[in-house]
């Protein structure tokens, strides 16, 4: 992990602080100070800075003389979502008559901050900074550790066989769906997407009045051929025996593991209309009955951790 600092140059009370308090407090918890002055490099300055900033987990800014490169810093960093510790010499939160530009004086818009400040190089101020930083890296550990397991579970992934992996979203979407008491029509079909496996599979809930038809298909793109054969798919048809259904819907869960153009989805579905960024919805009529139905696509997926959340949100959204 890493920390930028921020701070006035060329003063010996700001260097002491960082030297006595901020290392020491920054090497106990393996965190790696990025200070420019500091870092041997061949490059513009400011070019340096922002990619320091950029590389930093965190930043600690020193507030103490009011440098408007430090305030830049500070802010930058804030709006690209990075935490910010401030720190301040103690005698930085009073005006003083023998300041009239206000350098010794912490601006007015990071007064309300809950800022550390320091007199002295001491124990009392290196344990305030040292517990406000455990405070702060910790949400970035478990982030980080999270974003190390999403790495692993995308590799492992994407290393399997491609019928593989489009049978292992099958399965999500089938299990949740059996859990919510839909049961599978007497057939799974394996067919081609060109040259690429495509896997369906259909599943239904009813009763006296009601019917909700679901069908999986998962490949690794479709193609317009594909989504345009969802108009006409058999599943719009009743079921035999049901002829007065008050309310019938069908879903199409598209899972795709390349991401699919919207160009093409628009071109293949005419007459469906975009209900989200991942649903269209079109109304059909079929044997004197009118019918919902709904074409999810769920797209770019990289891991069944990824997909399973987006899966389940859609079922609970539309009642599946």
């Known amino acids: 992990m890493k920390c930028f ?33 500091r ?25 103490t003389y009011a440098r408007p490169s430090t305030y830049y810093e500070a802010g930058y960093a804030a709006g690209k979502s990075k935490p910010v ?9 009073k005006s003083r008559d023998d300041d009239p530009q206000g350098n010794l004086r912490v601006h007015f818009d990071l007064q309300m901050r809950n800022i550390i400040a320091w007199t002295d190089p001491d124990h009392v101020f290196s344990n305030k900074l040292l517990n406000r930083v455990r405070l702060v890296i910790s949400p ?24 593989d992996r489009l049978a ?4 999500v979407c089938t299990n949740l769906l059996h859990a919510h008491s839909f049961q599978n029509y007497p057939w799974t079909i394996d067919t081609s997407n060109g040259n690429t496996p495509v896997l369906w599979s259909y599943l239904k809930r009813l009763d006296n009045s009601h019917y909700q038809g679901v069908g999986i298909i ?18 719009y048809e009743l079921p035999r025996g049901y002829p007065n259904f008050k309310f019938r819907e069908t879903h199409f869960i598209v899972a795709s593991l390349k991401i699919v153009p919207r160009s093409r989805i628009t071109e293949a579905l005419p007459h469906f209309h975009a209900q989200n960024t991942i649903t269209l919805r079109a ?32 079922t609970n959204k539309y009642g599946l």
Request: charged fraction near 25%; charge should be negative.
């Open 168 to 171: 292992i979203l099958q399965k």
């Open 283 to 314: 109304e059909r009529k079929v044997a004197n009955t009118t019918g919902t139905t709904y074409v999810h696509i769920i797209d770019g997926i990289k891991s069944k951790s990824e997909f399973a959340p987006i899966f389940r949100g859609v």
């Open 5 to 37: 600092i921020a701070s006035a140059f060329g003063h010996e009370d700001v260097d002491t602080i960082y030297e006595r308090c901020i290392i020491p407090t920054l090497k106990k918890l393996s965190v790696t100070p990025l200070r420019v002055d």
């Open 85 to 93: 510790i401030y720190i301040a010499r103690s005698d930085h939160f």
């Open 140 to 163: 970035l550990e478990r982030a980080n550790k999270q974003n190390l397991q999403l790495d692993a579970e995308r590799s492992e992934f994407n290393n399997l066989p491609l019928y």
């Open 218 to 235: 998962t490949t690794s793109s479709p193609t317009k051929q594909l989504l345009q054969s969802l108009s006409w798919n058999p599943l």
């Open 39 to 63: 870092i041997v490099h061949n490059e513009d300055i400011d070019k340096k800075i922002f990619e320091l900033l950029e590389s930093a987990d965190f930043i600690i800014a020193d507030l």
